[in-house]
């Protein structure tokens, strides 16, 4: 039995001259026979089985291509040698806000209106009135000395910053309780004073020539009497992460010095070789990036001074 598909094969490659005469046989005549030989090839009498390539996932294929906003060029867990820390804070503080140490505010504000507006009586004062009032502001320190003073009259101002340096160039420090005096001259020219809350700060950051300085209280790194040779739990390792964490978000890659203001040398070097060491763990750079001094003073003016050299 001859293979229909093989025949197929065999007609399409006849000559086309040869084709035209056995197809037109002559009338009465039997059909020419045609032979075709092949060489070097074989015929198939199979039809190779038909495969079709399906995708399982086709339908959910879209799903799965991740969100190519969500892919970052850089890990922010792997970062450049210039960057050596991570981006994200792992700590409490990220989820609990209130327990920042250092305000985002670029001075000490007074509000001077309010607090006459207070004195007599509340409210919003006429401001025809307000404007008859002369006002000064002396901030005071804990021995009751001035440390700086301000006065004007007429509309007194709604508010008044103060960067926390005085005329002789010298810095509120961290730990030291400083006390705003209001003092107000009536239209008959009687004074009247009132004053507000303490002011007494953990921690402060100040731009000075030698470069940016973050003072930080010892009572809290220290305990009370400032006398500690580790930070105390909770307080004060708070407060030396919240300095760590200060300086990643804004100055990283910036060499430091750490100055500690102690009872004696031997408690000041103590001091400051753990300041150091947390340091060193949180801002994840070389020993060689934070150079750490010490020095005796006496105890208001106990403290540590973390220098960013920027300068």
């Not at 070097?269 to 763990?281: D, F, S």
């Given at each position: 039995?001859?293979?229909?598909?093989?025949?197929?094969?065999?007609?399409?490659?006849?000559?086309?001259?040869?084709?035209?005469?056995?197809?037109?046989?002559?009338?009465?005549?039997?059909?020419?026979?045609?032979?075709?030989?092949?060489?070097?090839?074989?015929?198939?009498?199979?039809?190779?089985?038909?495969?079709?390539?399906?995708?399982?996932?086709?339908?959910?294929?879209?799903?799965?291509?991740?969100?190519?906003?969500?892919?970052?060029?850089?890990?922010?867990?792997?970062?450049?040698?210039?960057?050596?820390?991570?981006?994200?804070?792992?700590?409490?503080?990220?989820?609990?806000?209130?327990?920042t140490?250092?305000?985002?505010?670029?001075?000490?504000?007074?509000?001077?209106?309010?607090q006459?507006?207070?004195?007599?009586g509340?409210?919003?004062?006429?401001?025809?009135?307000?404007?008859?009032?002369?006002?000064?502001?002396?901030?005071?320190?804990?021995?009751?000395r001035?440390?700086?003073?301000?006065?004007?009259?007429?509309?007194?101002?709604?508010?008044?910053?103060?960067?926390?340096q005085?005329?002789?160039?010298?810095?509120?420090?961290?730990?030291?309780?400083?006390?705003?005096?209001?003092?107000?001259?009536?239209?008959?020219?009687?004074?009247?004073?009132?004053?507000?809350?303490?002011?007494?700060?953990?921690?402060?950051?100040?731009?000075?020539?030698?470069?940016?300085?973050?003072?930080?209280?010892?009572?809290?790194?220290?305990?009370?009497?400032?006398?500690?040779?580790?930070?105390?739990?909770?307080?004060?390792?708070?407060?030396?992460?919240?300095?760590?964490?200060?300086?990643?978000?804004?100055?990283?890659?910036?060499?430091?010095?750490?100055?500690?203001?102690?009872?004696?040398?031997?408690?000041?070097?103590?001091?400051?070789?753990?300041?150091?060491?947390?340091?060193?763990?949180?801002?994840?750079?070389?020993?060689?990036?934070?150079?750490?001094d010490?020095?005796?003073?006496?105890?208001?003016?106990?403290?540590?001074?973390?220098?960013?050299?920027?300068?």
């Amino acid at each position: 039995m001859i293979n229909p598909f093989a025949v197929l094969l065999a007609v399409a490659s006849v000559p086309a001259s040869a084709q035209a005469a056995s197809s037109t046989p002559a009338p009465g005549a039997m059909p020419t026979e045609v032979v075709i030989k092949a060489e070097g090839a074989k015929l198939a009498d199979m039809k190779p089985p038909l495969v079709i390539t399906v995708d399982a996932f086709e339908t959910i294929r879209p799903d799965l291509v991740p969100d190519q906003n969500l892919l970052l060029a850089v890990s922010p867990l792997t970062v450049s040698w210039r960057r050596t820390h991570p981006e994200f804070l792992m700590n409490d503080r990220v989820i609990q806000p209130w327990r920042t140490t250092f305000s985002e505010k670029p001075g000490i504000s007074f509000k001077i209106r309010e607090q006459l507006e207070s004195l007599l009586g509340g409210g919003k004062g006429d401001p025809k009135e307000l404007r008859k009032w002369g006002w000064s502001l002396t901030v005071a320190d804990e021995e009751g000395r001035v440390f700086h003073h301000y006065e004007g009259s007429g509309d007194p101002p709604e508010e008044l910053l103060w960067s926390g340096q005085n005329d002789q160039n010298e810095w509120v420090r961290a730990g030291r309780s400083y006390s705003a005096v209001y003092t107000f001259t009536s239209p008959d020219g009687s004074p009247r004073t009132r004053v507000g809350p303490p002011l007494l700060f953990k921690g402060i950051v100040h731009q000075e020539d030698t470069g940016l300085h973050i003072s930080l209280d010892s009572a809290v790194l220290f305990g009370t009497n400032k006398n500690g040779q580790e930070l105390q739990a909770g307080s004060g390792t708070d407060l030396l992460r919240s300095a760590a964490d200060l300086i990643k978000r804004r100055f990283p890659a910036i060499p430091i010095a750490v100055r500690v203001f102690a009872n004696t040398k031997e408690l000041g070097e103590a001091q400051a070789q753990a300041i150091q060491k947390i340091l060193l763990r949180e801002l994840m750079v070389p020993v060689r990036n934070i150079a750490v001094d010490f020095a005796r003073s006496p105890f208001s003016d106990q403290r540590v001074e973390v220098v960013l050299l920027n300068r």
